[in-house]
């Protein structure tokens, strides 16, 4: 099994960037641009203008200091409009899914954001990379791993960055897990256990089948999957033991599962125990180590909010806002020609996994994970 992350000077590197920022510094200062030798900043057209989009991605993009809101693509023409008063963008830079291609000639368009169910990245991906233009695809990545592969092969051919919208790279909270996996100063995080759930009560994409992929664990097991490897250097699973719970509300879960638990266990014998639902709440994530543990007690994997204690004490970080900091990377790393720390392969991967977790909760079996 691989292991995916960046070099230690790299990754050390960013943390010290970003420990040295507060949210203030941040908003009015930038972070990577401030040492970046281009100047210029890239229009983002978000396609897909749902919650996401509404109430996180234009809202940071009114903050970020590499990227800037340049265009919208939908399916709703009177979204267009909407955003193009509220935004003051052109009007020739408001887009339909029937004349996405036509960004191709659009200058003031470098980087189109795909925000739709998961099952329609992987079209958007596409035509936007065949346009020319620089993608992030949302998370989940795709449905399945060879939809990954599509996407990813699309983005090469077209000599184009790929990154997915895994934003918790750029928390801070997140990043001092990441040191203290990579530095090992509370030894290796052998004990981990997360739980992830809402009470979801209508129906909606998320629970059907055909556009999610699944259900909780898609939707939101997929950061507990993500914060393990996290914890575990970058390592990836070796294998994973699944069990989906009795169904509450089975005409509305009809589809996709209301509840499930996994077990990932990583090469150097570490375990991951989690639980991810849509039929009671909870975000909440642990990791322990022979000389020190992490507890994620409140807002683990949300936007802002994370209630952090240590085996030394209390952690109490600067707010960032993710979703600019994520923004502003990708930009980063497009003017100065670095890869990006959120790449099409981590989708890739996470989706392997999570496809393993599925078939382990099918069979009863341990399934080893391929990646």
Same mark, same amino acid.
């Given at each position: 099994?691989?292991?995916?992350?960046?070099?230690?000077?790299?990754?050390?590197?960013?943390?010290?960037?970003?420990?040295?920022?507060?949210?203030?510094?941040?908003?009015?200062?930038?972070?990577?641009?401030?040492?970046?030798?281009?100047?210029?900043?890239?229009?983002?057209?978000?396609?897909?203008?749902?919650? !996401?989009?509404?109430?996180?991605?234009?809202?940071?993009?009114?903050?970020?200091?590499?990227?800037?809101?340049?265009?919208?693509?939908?399916?709703?023409?009177?979204?267009?409009?909407?955003?193009?008063?509220?935004?003051?963008?052109?009007?020739?830079?408001?887009?339909? !899914?029937?004349?996405?291609?036509?960004?191709?000639?659009?200058?003031?368009?470098?980087?189109?954001?795909?925000?739709?169910?998961?099952?329609?990245?992987?079209?958007?991906?596409?035509?936007?990379?065949?346009?020319?233009?620089?993608?992030?695809?949302?998370?989940?990545?795709?449905?399945?791993?060879?939809?990954?592969?599509?996407?990813?092969?699309?983005?090469?051919?077209?000599?184009?960055?790929?990154?997915?919208?895994?934003?918790?790279? !750029?928390?801070?909270?997140?990043?001092?897990? $990441?040191?203290?996996?990579?530095?090992?100063?509370?030894?290796?995080? $052998?004990? $981990?256990?997360?739980?992830?759930?809402?009470?979801?009560?209508?129906?909606?994409?998320?629970?059907?089948?055909?556009?999610?992929?699944?259900?909780? $664990?898609?939707?939101?097991?997929?950061?507990?999957?993500?914060?393990?490897?996290?914890?575990?250097?970058?390592?990836?699973?070796?294998?994973?033991?699944?069990?989906?719970?009795?169904?509450?509300?089975?005409?509305?879960?009809?589809?996709?599962?209301?509840?499930?638990?996994?077990?990932?266990?990583?090469?150097?014998?570490?375990?991951?125990?989690?639980?991810?639902?849509?039929?009671?709440?909870?975000?909440?994530?642990?990791?322990?180590?022979?000389?020190?543990?992490?507890?994620?007690?409140?807002?683990?994997?949300?936007?802002?909010?994370?209630?952090?204690?240590?085996?030394?004490?209390?952690?109490?970080?600067?707010?960032?806002?993710?979703?600019?900091?994520?923004?502003?990377?990708?930009?980063?790393?497009?003017?100065?020609?670095?890869?990006?720390?959120?790449?099409?392969?981590?989708?890739?991967?996470?989706?392997?996994?999570?496809?393993?977790?599925?078939?382990?909760?099918?069979?009863?079996?341990?399934?080893?994970?391929?990646?």
């Amino acid at each position: 099994m691989g292991i995916i992350q960046c070099s230690d000077q790299s990754s050390r590197r960013h943390f010290l960037k970003w420990s040295g920022l507060t949210a203030a510094a941040f908003a009015t200062r930038g972070l990577y641009g401030q040492g970046s030798k281009n100047d210029r900043k890239l229009g983002v057209a978000l396609l897909g203008l749902g919650k !996401y989009s509404s109430g996180q991605l234009g809202p940071a993009l009114r903050v970020t200091e590499r990227c800037y809101l340049a265009g919208v693509i939908t399916g709703h023409p009177e979204k267009g409009e909407q955003w193009a008063s509220q935004y003051n963008l052109k009007k020739q830079n408001i887009y339909t !899914y029937d004349n996405l291609e036509k960004i191709a000639d659009n200058p003031d368009i470098d980087i189109v954001y795909v925000v739709t169910p998961p099952a329609l990245h992987p079209e958007f991906t596409i035509r936007a990379a065949k346009a020319g233009k620089h993608v992030i695809s949302e998370k989940p990545m795709a449905t399945s791993v060879a939809d990954c592969d599509k996407m990813i092969a699309a983005c090469k051919t077209a000599k184009v960055k790929l990154g997915v919208g895994y934003r918790i790279h !750029y928390d801070l909270y997140h990043q001092e897990m $990441m040191r203290h996996a990579r530095e090992q100063d509370f030894g290796p995080f $052998m004990k $981990m256990t997360g739980d992830r759930g809402f009470v979801f009560g209508s129906r909606a994409w998320r629970i059907d089948k055909k556009l999610a992929g699944g259900g909780p $664990m898609m939707d939101l097991g997929i950061y507990i999957v993500h914060g393990a490897c996290m914890a575990a250097n970058g390592a990836v699973p070796v294998a994973v033991t699944a069990h989906e719970e009795p169904k509450t509300k089975p005409d509305l879960f009809n589809e996709v599962e209301e509840t499930i638990r996994w077990t990932m266990e990583f090469p150097n014998g570490s375990q991951c125990e989690a639980i991810t639902s849509f039929n009671h709440s909870a975000d909440v994530f642990r990791v322990e180590g022979s000389k020190g543990w992490m507890d994620f007690k409140q807002h683990a994997f949300t936007y802002h909010g994370i209630v952090c204690e240590t085996s030394r004490g209390p952690l109490n970080l600067n707010a960032v806002n993710q979703q600019a900091a994520q923004m502003d990377d990708f930009a980063d790393c497009i003017l100065n020609n670095r890869e990006t720390l959120v790449p099409g392969t981590l989708g890739r991967r996470d989706i392997a996994i999570i496809s393993s977790i599925y078939q382990a909760a099918a069979t009863g079996k341990r399934v080893t994970v391929e990646i």
